[in-house]
């Protein structure tokens, strides 16, 4: 329970992750004033009656850590019904949707997950959950939502739209490009989502009303192959963010390869289908490093971030009746594949010295750590981790002057560990303490 704390905080002895700067500053103190950090080294009010005093000597402070991939809306009575039946089993019968957002939201944040930046759910829903926070109701993060992912008509899962009205929504002209942008800035959104095809001159239009109201766009190419906007494209109109490590794949081809993909872009479904499983077989073979250097090299040039979204991958890939009860083996061949492509091309990527976020693509909270260790074990070193779930997503929202790193001034969102996460980045899961907005939300 999330204790409301009147007095101020100091944390002393501290070891002190300056992801900033990428060192560690050993012993010292952090004292914090109502939802701010006031003051980083020896403190000098350590007498005030006041003042809840924490002996931190051998911890580790980090910031509040980011998720920056997740869909809450998934937490709504209209999805998750599997969920919903296995509370059900554990004898929780009513408020059912209640306690899942609720407890979700407090697993994220009593974990250190004290922001999400979350990529794709309505208006209506994320608002609603972001308001249960503000005034108390739940423990949670802050989040930063996008709304509703855009895209070109005909829209890839319109049906979703009957199950979360405003999920998706039509970017077909100049005109839909201003009324959304509009409206996301109206909605207190923080960033801009686009998702699969687009006519390139309609999204640097969008891009470009993004931009005038300071919100930042990511995008997700959507299909693996046969999308209209590939990344080394996006970068070209000036997009700074691309999300899943598979999605770098058909750059990537090898040029026969791509050749023979771009001559079946008005093919009819089937023969598409044919030619996407001819790659899925080839699998890693089918990829020129060459040409994925080239595109690494255009990322590095343009500062652009990724996230890779590995974990899921593998948990659909492991798990693949969550896809489809009827044809498990089908999507376990797949997800399998995709993983597998993902996790090279994300080696690769990291090799390139890209800026990587950390990012589930769902909505559990242990998934955000599963996704940090998956991407230290294809090589992301620790401090790049901890920089990719803190300030570089903070920097990349416009936000780092409130979040993202333990500096003077900033919100008072502090991760307090009992091992080195730069020993391994595992250690990640041993917390001992949780503020968000300086107050304890968990205390091991």
Known sequence: MTRDMKSHILLKHINLLDVENGVLINDTDILIKDDIIKEIGRAKCRNEESLMQFNCAGKFALPGLFDCHTHLNVLTNQGNEVKKEILKEGGIEENIQEHLEKQTLKDFAVKGITQLRDLGGPFNILKDLKD????????????????????????????????????????????????????????????????????????????????????????DSGSTFFHSVPIGTGIDLGIKCFEHGKNLWYVALKDELKSEHDGLVNAQVEVKQSFIEKVMSLGTDSISLAKLWTLINKMLENDVYLCPTLHVMKFFAEKPEVISEDEPEKYKKIFEKLYQVGYELTKEIIKGKIKILVG???????????????????????WEIIKGASIYPAK?????????????????????????????????????????????????
């Open 360 to 382: 589930q693509d769902g909505y559990i909270p242990r998934f955000t750590f599963n996704e940090m260790e998956l991407l230290k074990e294809v090589g992301l070193p620790e």
């Open 396 to 444: 990349w929202l416009g936000v780092a002057d409130k979040f993202g790193s333990i500096s003077p001034n900033k919100k008072a969102n502090v991760l307090i560990l009992d091992k080195s996460p730069l020993e391994h980045i595992r250690n990640i899961r041993t917390t001992y303490l949780v503020l968000k907005d300086g107050k304890v939300v968990f205390q091991g």
């Open 132 to 219: 249960k926070i503000s005034r108390g109701e739940y423990t949670g993060p802050e989040i930063f939502y996008a709304g509703p992912r855009l895209e070109k008509n005909p829209l890839t899962a319109e049906a979703n739209n009957s199950r979360w009205p405003g999920w998706t929504i039509a970017v077909d002209t100049r005109q839909d490009a201003e009324n959304v942008i509009q409206e996301i800035s109206g909605q207190n959104g923080s960033l801009v989502k686009t998702f699969g095809r687009f006519d390139t001159d309609i999204l640097k239009y969008l891009l470009d009303q993004a931009t005038k109201h300071s919100l930042p766009l990511t995008h």
